[in-house]
């Protein structure tokens, strides 16, 4: 019984009559047909449409693999290799190295000719100093490294340099070679000490980094102070941060001769800066790059990462001190000082460590003295996502913080245990995540747009970003979120733009999220699953974007990323309206940060959790004129006193509002003359704005409405006297009307050419339906699109920033919102909505059926008119209502969105029975439509009556041999095929075939056509040769080259030929997913030919992961309980099955039979194979 199952039960074995376009020949009042589009499989399906109305399907006739392999040969059983696992991150683990031992301390200075490195040889000195720091430490430095005994803790003076105070291969008993280096690195030196480097880390005699913690660690280690001039005033005049990291460097790189032995630092203030920037060097400079790639943990004691306020007690000595000395000043303090420039800039610069890096953060808890917190505990922590960063409160001040003289005392348990449990993570995450074996990751950045040329930076907003963007909240659907609000035309697009552009290197991926409506939204996330080439999920009904498979993918996506993976950033914009529910797709994950732009203040509310916000207000004074004066390219300083003074005026007219001033910029730089142009403009500004407030329709606007309306209005009216030939108002206006954020050029090209048929079916009349002006933006000249003119009008608006130009596969144009709002209200009582409407209609016929890129028509889809609105009650809607429901019916259908091309197709078939009667060729035709529809669906009982009805009527009014007749034979044919009745399918079939042999010969498409559909039934029956004569003839000039290869792979699989049936299939699944997309209904049948043959094959694992993707996406397209959707589920059942899962494989079998019986009917082949099946494996 099971090999019964395998020759009837086939996954999407849909046929469908080709797409093709008949002419009939012997009635004179029918004009035609046309196939429609097909299902996913079988053969190809037609349906009648006059030929005014053509809608030119694809034809596919292919079948689909068998659900189960059948019995293979012993020479073909045994199974091949289970299939190489997807590429990812190496767990490499290094191999441990014997380490030499040290043999001296190590003791740097300025003065010595070389020093001794581990292995007893000279090295080259370190970087020279300056005399005065030379001398300096030649004055301090009594001896070499840690003289005398090792108990003996008496500070001495150490040299500048790196100086080993512990060795387990000398110090430790027994003596062991050290595993790890530990090296300390003290802060500001206030008081000057010539003691820092040691009294750091000491309470009383105790060295807690020599007498503590080796004992601690989980390996042997050797432990080594870093001693530099940290003094903010004397003698450090001439060093900076970046010196002291270099130096540090330098050192590291001479005493290590084992390059991959773990190094774990341990910093105290201003230490914590001298490390990081140390890693910066390091991860940049080749030479050094060992010491980044080996850091493994990082343990920093009050380090001001983001500065503090012990900088500013020691400004004010040190400045005196500077002044007696006549020195100059360092960048000490300045890395130091709370919120400076320097010190943000090295946070930033910093911040994205190693990810085999960890990172421990101990930040005060008391008070120091009158001065109190230095450094806060938002300065002090990195606030790193998930278990990188370890945050530990400490009940000591700023001195106090790593200086114990116990072990035993509860502060020094808790760095010990913290420190040894971070060190043992570490060196397990060290192992599972290599270091420069892995390759560099490409960071993706899907951000359609890119802030202006003349964007003004806002230092007090973008600050403000940057600060509560970093504010973590455990308990968030993201870590970091904020939520910019304010006026629209604020900039808080452009805001968030600049964030994203300065920090592409930190996220990976930077998704933007267009949320102006739910399609714009479905629109944005197709482009951020294709960055990610995550497969697309699309579901059959398009209702809410809220369940869309593609959304879900995304959010699934980046809720899975792991500690492992880098930081992602979703920026969601104009996110005005929350009425639809765009909380619920809010993007969550302990990876993210999430920005979201809206007009409404309730916007924080978006993010589940805390969100912090941040108000986007009209722009400063200062910030205004900056504005103006970068499209006068002209700085403050260079500009004169009345330009200035012009430039403030205007921005104050603008009430600051960043959109109205970029949009005056761009008027008044067309000017050669900035002085004149900008009092010009401040006079046509002062006259627009008293007749705007005369006018009835101003009054109660909003004051930005009315300031983005004068500023529209004053740049159009310039537009229109210097460009006078043009229109580019009138592009303007209608762009307006487009549904999509962004107008790709191709909708106009394909407008061009449709619109030849939108006269042809109008009868000439197409300028009672689109204004004669929109005509001269798509001329044709030569059989090509002339654009000139459309190009001219585009281009004068970009210049005017009145549009925006938006680059990539299809380049177009963008419109702010404001923009947009302004240039609706332009002549509202003009049928705009028509215009637009006859425009996209004149694309969709360029789309459907194949005649221009099918792989524009999801960017098309964008801006289709909803449903709804198309049912239009007044003069016009008799017109359109026909030729747009089939139209836009098909483009539906070709999506695979059956069930909105089932209520067009519906409104459509009605409306010609009521106006043509049932037995109208035109009728039948919507009929035939709507069948197929329905047949696509698995409904296949309603599927018969219409086309029964539809060729008994043919045959009475056209005759038994007339090619619509044919044509609904053929279609009713497929049905019954699908229904399992392949006897009767294969009467049709033949009585098609010898019909069209002799009205139309042996080679002409058509016949081609109806011997695959034949092959197809033969083929379901068993008969390989039959079927394999008929294929073989269609050869090179079928009309679907791709769909007679996939039957010929079929046929070719079910006769053992394995091999060149897999070559085949996948040449075709693969020409699919680029032409189609990973979802379409004609892709997943490819996809599951292909899992057949790798079944057949033993190749078990391959298969199942076709499989498993087949029948995920099926339900999401089509339905659990759709035909196709459970033939993937028996597919996936024999798979298991032949892997040995038994009770899975059985379970899954099981529930597909009741299924069947339930959907199919106890009599349809398939349930009869599936049930036989089920009785077999349980016996």
Known sequence: MAGCLRKSFGLFRWRKESREKERAHDSPETLGSVALATSPEGTEQHSHLPCSKALVPVPRSEHTAPSAPPAPCPEHAAPSAPPAPPLARPTVTPSTLPLQAASSTLVGTASHASLHNVAGKAAPPPPAETDEQAANTREHSAADGWPGDPADNTPRALEAGLHVIFDSASDSQPPSVAEIDVVAVHGLNFKGSVNHAQETWMKGDKLWLKDFLPASLPRPARVM??????????????????????????????????????????????????????????????????????????????????????????????????????????????????????????????????????????????????????????????????????????????????????????????????????????????????????????????????????????????????????????????????????????????????????????????????????????????????????????????????????????????????????????????????????????????????????????????????????????????????????????????????????????????????????????????????????????????????????????????????????????????????????????????????????????????????????????????????????????????????????????????????????????????????????????????????????????????????????????????????????????????????????????????????????KLFVQVMETRMTKFGADHPDTLTSMANLASTLRNQGRWKEAEKLEVQVMETSKTKLGADHPDTLTSMANLASTLWNQGRWEEAEKLEVQVMETRKTKLGADHPSTLTSMANLASTLRNQGRWKEAEKLEVQLGADHPDTLTSMANLASTLRNQGRWKEAEKLEVQVMETRKTKLGADHPSTLTSMANLASTYRNQGRWEEAEKLEVQVMETSKTKLGADHPSTLTSIANLAFTWKSQDRHLDALALMEECAQALRRVLGEEHPYTLSSLATVAEWSS
């Open 225 to 902: 102070l870093f001693a530099y001039n940290s003094s903010p005033a004397i003698d450090a005049s001439a060093i900076k941060l970046d010196d002291h990291a270099k130096k540090l460097l330098h050192w590291l790189h001479l005493e290590r001769e084992d390059e991959q032995r773990p190094i774990v630092f341990i910093c105290h203030s201003l230490g914590g800066l001298v490390v990081k920037q140390a890693l910066v060097e390091a991860k940049l400079d080749e030479s050094y790059k060992s010491i980044f790639e080996a850091t493994c943990l990082l343990a920093f004691f009050a380090t001001p990462h983001q500065g503090g306020n012990y900088a500013s007690v020691g400004h004010l000595a040190a400045k005196i001190a500077r002044a007696v000395l006549k020195a100059p000043s360092n960048d000490l303090l300045s890395a130091l000082k709370k919120s400076s420039d320097e010190a943000t800039r090295r946070f930033e610069q910093a911040r994205h460590l190693s990810e085999r890096c960890l990172v421990i953060s101990f930040f005060e808890g008391e008070s120091h003295g009158k001065t109190g917190i230095i450094v806060d505990k938002s300065s002090a922590t990195l606030n790193l996502s998930g278990l990188r960063e370890k945050q530990v409160s400490m009940d000591a001040d700023h001195s106090t913080i790593c200086k114990f003289d116990s072990k035993d005392s509860s502060a020094c348990r808790l760095v010990l245990k913290t420190i040894a449990a971070e060190v043992k993570r570490s060196l397990e995450l060290a192992q599972k995540i290599p270091k420069s074996s892995a390759r560099p990751v490409k960071h993706q950045y899907a951000v359609p747009l890119e802030t202006v040329h003349t964007y003004t930076e806002r230092a007090k907003l973008s600050a403000e970003v940057e600060q509560k963007i970093k504010i973590r909240h455990e308990k968030g659907s993201v870590p970091y979120a904020v939520a910019l609000y304010g006026l629209g035309g604020a900039g808080k697009s452009q805001l968030a733009l600049a964030y994203a552009e300065k920090h592409k290197d930190r996220y990976n991926p930077i998704l933007w999220i267009d949320a102006t409506d739910e399609e714009a939204v479905r629109s944005s996330f197709r482009r951020c699953a294709a960055e990610l080439r995550l497969p697309e999920e699309r579901a059959e009904k398009q209702e809410s974007v809220l369940t869309d498979g593609v959304v879900q993918a995304v959010l699934r996506w980046l809720r899975d990323r792991t500690e492992a993976d880098d930081e992602w950033l979703v920026i969601v914009d104009n996110a005005d309206d929350v009425s639809w529910g765009i909380q619920k797709i809010m993007p969550k994950g302990n990876r993210g940060s999430i920005i979201v732009t809206s007009r409404d203040n309730r916007s924080v509310g978006l993010v589940p959790g805390v969100c912090e916000a941040v108000h986007v207000s009209v722009m400063s004074p200062v910030e205004g004129v900056a504005l103006l004066l970068q499209h006068l390219q002209l700085g403050a300083e260079s500009a004169s006193e009345a330009i200035r003074c012009d430039c403030d005026k205007i921005a104050q007219r603008l009430g600051y509002l960043a959109l109205a001033i970029d949009l005056a910029g761009a008027y008044i730089s067309n000017d050669s003359a900035p002085e004149h142009a900008l009092s010009q403009y401040l006079a046509d500004y002062d006259r627009h704005r008293d007749e705007l407030l005369q006018m009835d329709g101003s009054r109660g606007l909003l004051p930005t409405q009315k300031t983005v309306w004068t500023v529209w209005d004053t740049t159009l009216e310039k537009i229109r006297r210097q460009h006078s030939g043009l229109q580019p108002e009138l592009l303007l206006t209608f762009l307006a009307r487009f549904k999509g954020s962004i107008v790709p050029d191709e909708l106009f090209r394909l407008a061009c050419f449709g619109m030849v048929e939108v006269d042809a079916e109008l009868d000439g009349k197409t300028d009672e339906v689109i204004l004669a002006g929109l005509r001269q933006f798509l001329p044709l000249n030569k059989g090509e699109w002339d654009s000139f003119w459309y190009r001219q009008s585009r281009d004068v608006l970009v210049r005017y920033s009145l549009l925006q130009r938006v680059e990539g596969q299809w380049p177009g144009v963008s419109m702010h919102s404001l923009v947009q709002w302004r240039a609706m209200q332009n002549e509202p009582d003009r049928p705009w909505r028509w215009w637009y409407m006859t425009f996209i209609l004149a694309a969709c016929c360029q789309i459907t059926g194949g005649k221009e890129q099918p792989e524009f028509r999801r960017h098309l889809m964008v801006h289709l008119p909803g449903i709804s609105e198309n049912d239009i009650e007044d003069g016009d809607r008799a017109r359109y209502e026909d030729f747009v429901g089939s139209t836009f019916g098909r483009l539906y259908y070709e999506e695979g969105r059956w069930d909105e091309a089932e």
